[in-house]
């Protein structure tokens, strides 16, 4: 099931979520919706807080729709080392319509546990790194324009209320 995307700066995205106790079919069917949320949205990376759930999972796939294409599921992720700088311009499915750059870590190892519970350990980079970070932020009730200037953020949040104002008007498809 399709869930809807909260639009920042709504304050469930700025709260931290709390860690998955036992990964049942709970969570993998919000798993599941996690990622046709983000497929549809089509997006590469998605937190269960954008869709107002506090806890700590995160979907990803940094080539979607192509052979390679590798659907990440990620419950409880932890970076454990964060290497090198890198830019990179990202944007967020909950701050349509926007990019900024941003500077993050050019590789990363994370821990998490897979839909199965198990423990997994991967080394990430280049775009998956940047994905991941971007995506534990969330967690963590960050969102990339807090790592931008004050000036940019607010045009940004200026921006967002015009959308959230257009969105909240009645309107009939007819
Ligand atoms: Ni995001």
């Known amino acids: 099931m399709?869930?809807?995307?909260?639009?920042?700066?709504?304050?469930?995205?700025?709260?931290?979520?709390?860690?998955v106790v036992k990964v049942d079919d709970s969570v993998r069917a919000l798993v599941a919706d996690m990622f046709e949320t983000?497929?549809?949205?089509?997006?590469?990376?998605?937190?269960?807080p954008q869709v107002g759930v506090l806890q700590r999972v995160i979907v990803l796939d940094t080539t979607p729709r192509q052979p390679e294409s590798l659907p990440l599921a990620m419950i409880n992720p932890e970076l454990l080392t964060l290497e090198g700088e890198?830019?990179?311009?990202?944007?967020?499915?909950?701050?349509?319509g926007e990019a900024e750059d941003v500077v993050r870590a050019a590789s990363v190892t994370v821990r998490f546990l897979d839909t199965e519970g198990q423990s997994q350990t991967l080394a990430c980079e280049g775009l998956l790194a940047i994905a991941v970070q971007h995506e534990v932020d969330h967690l963590d009730g960050i969102v990339y324009v807090d790592h931008i200037s004050?000036?940019?953020?607010?045009?940004?949040?200026?921006?967002?209320?015009?959308?959230?104002a257009q969105r909240?008007?009645?309107?009939a498809n007819l």
Do not use: N
């Open 86 to 96: 890198t830019t990179y311009t990202e944007g967020c499915l909950s701050i349509p």
């Open 168 to 171: 909240e008007q009645p309107r």
């Open 2 to 19: 399709v869930r809807d995307i909260l639009v920042w700066p709504h304050p469930l995205l700025k709260k931290p979520a709390t860690p």
């Open 38 to 48: 983000m497929y549809a949205a089509e997006g590469v990376g998605l937190a269960a």
């Open 150 to 164: 004050t000036l940019k953020r607010e045009f940004i949040r200026r921006r967002m209320k015009k959308l959230q």
